[in-house]
């Protein structure tokens, strides 16, 4: 554990916390932690989260944006629910992601985790933009994620990125919980 790394992990807890109450300073604070994890990622030879990070850089500027728009100009101002369909043709996309990106990193890098990583990068990038959208499915959709980057976190030595993972399934409860509750007037 560096001291980079429970820097991130904390401001990662604040962040995602105020995300489930829909404060829209989660995106800035999100901003930080994700480009110090970008570091941390690089260091431990997980490639893909490594790139996650970067593209999460860009969808917390873009969800900072969507989240400070009024409610007249953009739908994603108010938590709602996807159709099914949506949730699917996601899902596969994701899934197919997934393959791609997991086939290039186990054949072209030294990745210490190429199919996992892989997949646990799809998957928080549909995750992330449903949660931009303020889509309630985003949360379902992390506390999966968040559980299998436990065990990958673990796996790599990365035990304070475990723990805040680990709080960050409790958060995604909370989260989805405080969501479905918006849902309804």
């Keep these: 554990m560096t001291l980079l790394e429970a820097f991130a992990a904390a ?10 109450r829909q404060n829209p300073w989660c995106w800035p604070l999100g901003l930080v932690m994700v480009l110090l994890y970008a570091w941390v990622f690089f ?16 969808t917390q500027l873009y969800g900072w944006w969507q989240w400070r728009r009024p409610a007249s100009a953009s739908p994603a101002s108010t938590v709602s629910l996807l159709a099914p369909w949506p949730v699917l043709r996601g899902l596969l996309l994701a899934g197919l992601g997934s393959l791609l990106l997991g086939y290039g990193l186990a054949h ?5 985790a190429p199919w996992s990583d892989a997949a646990l990068t799809a998957f ?11 889509r309630v499915q985003c949360w379902p959709l992390w506390l999966l994620v968040d559980v299998a980057y436990v065990a990958l976190f673990i796996d790599q030595a990365l035990y ?26």
Aim: with cysteine; proline share 1%.
């Design 11 to 20: 401001l990662g807890v604040l962040a995602v916390y105020l995300t489930a």
């Design 124 to 134: 928080s990038l549909l995750a992330q933009l449903w949660m931009a959208h303020k």
């Design 43 to 58: 260091e431990a030879r997980l490639y893909a989260n490594t790139l996650l990070q970067g593209v999460f850089a860009i």
């Design 108 to 112: 072209f890098s030294d990745a210490a």
């Design 160 to 185: 304070l990125t475990a723990l805040l993972y680990g709080l960050l399934c409790l958060l995604a409860l909370h989260g989805w919980r405080s969501w479905q509750r918006a849902l309804s007037p």
